[in-house]
């Protein structure tokens, strides 16, 4: 996101001296994307950014995956998630495994107390607040959040959760950047007066963060030889990392609210693409909201039957009445996926009860791959088993398939 902020004090030029009041010079960091080839940010420390005095590792929890395999279309229950919880939960180590492949992963957790200090060193992290409210306290400031916020945090950015609320958090981890579409953005990367959103929407940290501390312990999780190449370290720093006294840049975390996406429709049904609202390597990320639907005098306002040629399709539906999906045993909190190799659409009965629709009332998050999807611990726990006859009113064959 080439959009510059400031905060707190920052030298008249970069790669400068730059002291405090009492003459102890500042140590400068530069955090950037792609070498030095991309979006960067200065950062200015009271103490060594690079001052650890113990590596330990982190044993990550369960990140074993299934293939779907048969391949089949998938309903998971979200909710049936962390209802017996014995104890706090946070939002780093908390985090349940629900799908996954060589590009991204997406967990669930329902946080209620703060997370310890944690950076994801593998890529970008855009997560959703189903529900809940608090703060991500981060190396660049804080960051408050609430119901519908997307946070996106970018690579290596030390932070923690600090739920005011019990939070419902769904975690999209990239193993690359997420960034606008690229179709919204200008050549110098402002956004385009197409775009369903612009600079005004994104919320940047609201005040530094300053904290002395030692021995202070920041969890890692970076790339190994771990399931799906994930591994995790605690790094044990000599200095806190909260200790930035400016920074200036164009790489940062922000939030921005689903509320805040201008929904783009059509006098005929509009496709998924002019949802989008992020993007990763070999992914995207849309949202469907409340909007006014097709006006044509025979217009079919649910989507058509489509065939996933080159994608895996992931729907979290977080509020409303999906239309699409009526009679499907879909509901808040639940995971449709379906999968490339499957044509896939409404319910047969939606088509017609949908017809003369002006408005439909719905929030969902879609997630769609490029790679295949395999189902993580919580994905299998979740599985209602019975989705995939859906559309044949759950009728199964009379006998086996030779």
């Given amino acids: 996101m080439a959009f510059y902020r400031e905060m707190g004090r920052v030298p008249r030029h970069r790669h400068t001296q730059f002291r405090s009041d009492d003459g102890a010079l500042y140590y400068e960091e530069l955090m950037g994307e792609e070498g030095f080839s991309s979006d960067s940010s200065l950062l200015y420390h009271t103490g060594v950014p690079s001052g650890i005095v113990d590596s330990q590792a982190w044993e990550l929890g369960d990140l074993s995956t299934v293939a779907n395999h048969p391949l089949r279309p998938i309903h998971l229950r979200l909710h049936d998630l962390f209802t017996d919880a014995s104890g706090p939960v946070d939002a780093v180590r908390g985090r349940r495994l629900v799908l996954a492949n060589g590009d991204v992963r997406i967990s669930y957790v329902v946080a209620d107390v703060a997370s310890p200090l944690y950076r994801n060193a593998i890529g970008d992290e855009c997560v959703y607040v189903e529900a809940g409210s608090g703060v991500v306290e981060t190396v660049f400031g804080a960051l408050e959040y609430g119901a519908g916020d997307y946070i996106v945090i970018p690579r290596a950015t030390t932070h923690r959760w600090v739920p005011a609320q019990k939070s419902r958090l769904y975690a999209i981890e990239a193993n690359s950047h997420i960034v606008p579409p690229r179709r919204y953005l200008s050549k110098f990367g402002q956004l385009l007066e197409h775009a369903p959103y612009c600079e005004r929407d994104l919320r940047g940290p609201s005040e ?195």
């Avoid at 499957?342 to 009965?349: C, L, V, W």
């Avoid at 395999?374 to 006859?389: F, P, V």
Wanted: include cysteine.
């Fill in 208 to 402: 530094l963060i300053v904290e002395e501390g030692a021995d202070v312990p920041v969890y890692v999780k970076h790339r190994g030889h771990g399931p799906l190449g994930i591994v995790g370290s605690i790094l044990v720093y000599d200095t806190h990392p909260f200790d930035v006294i400016g920074w200036d840049g164009c790489l940062y975390p922000f939030a921005f609210n689903i509320a805040d996406y201008m929904p783009i429709t059509g006098k005929l049904h509009q496709p998924p693409p002019v949802h989008q609202v992020f993007e990763g390597n070999n992914f995207v990320i849309c949202n469907f909201l409340p909007r006014k639907v097709d006006y044509h005098e025979l217009a079919v306002p649910v989507p058509y039957y489509h065939s996933n040629v080159d994608s895996d399709e992931v729907m979290f539906y977080v509020d409303g009445d999906y239309e699409a999906r009526k009679g499907s045993g879909i509901a808040r909190g639940s995971i449709s996926l379906h999968p490339g190799g499957h044509a896939h659409g409404p319910q047969p009965s939606a088509i017609e009860a949908s017809l003369g629709a002006e408005y439909f009332d719905e929030v969902a998050v879609m997630v769609d791959t490029f790679r295949p999807l395999e189902l993580g611990e919580a994905g299998r726990a979740t599985d209602d088993g019975m989705y995939a006859w859906a559309w044949s009113g759950g009728r199964r064959p009379m006998e086996s398939t030779p």
